[in-house]
């Protein structure tokens, strides 16, 4: 009987061993890192009057893109005159979002849909920057002379940096209709805009690196 105690003994041992008795314990995981969520800061206040001129992105496509225009509307003021335009159908043309001289917003197609403002165009290799942009329309007269106001330049801050933080765009892809279109009839925004101005303003309200990460 004897002779089998140290071979019940190596059993036992191993049993306890599987079981994980005798072990020092494993140390406790590393915590995942506490991701907080960026803000994304508020949303100015907008008047929705819908433009049936738009139409479905492709399906699965990303907003990666901010376009600036401008009206080409000498003597128009009010973003509700712009918009009437947009409401007509036979127009063929809409933005996302109109911003008047008084700073007014008027959105005439949701985010989620397809504008019809930035005609033939390409960024980069991309081409139909439709598909995956954002239109903001600033009423101006596009003559260099007419000045963009202050209530313009804050309300345009405001509503970028919303759209910039929620959509995660960089300032690579906020560009102006001249940068994306072949046509040299599209010269806006007028050449008195101040971009320096906007970038700051921008900058401002969501923090120079916040602002510039890069899409993942």
Known sequence: ????????????????????????????????????????????????????????????????????????SPGVRSARRIANHFLNPKSQVSAHYIIGKDGEVVQCVQDEARAWHAGPSRLGDRVKVNDFSLGIELVNAQTGNDPFTDAQYDTLNQLVAHLMAKYQVPWERVVGHKDITDR?????????????????????????????????
């Open 1 to 72: 009987m004897a002779s089998f105690l140290p071979i019940a003994a190596m059993l036992l041992s191993g049993t306890l061993y599987a079981m994980g008795w005798g072990l020092k314990p494993a140390p406790l995981p590393t915590p995942a890192p506490v991701v907080t969520p960026r803000p994304i800061p508020p949303k100015p206040q907008v008047t929705f009057l819908e433009s049936p001129n738009q139409d479905l992105r492709p399906a699965g496509m990303p907003i990666d893109c901010i376009v600036i225009h401008d009206t080409e």
């Open 184 to 216: 040299a009839s599209k010269r806006d925004p007028a050449p008195n805009f101040d971009w320096k101005r906007f970038f700051a303003g921008v900058d401002g309200i969501l923090g120079e690196t916040y602002a510039r990460i890069p899409r993942p």
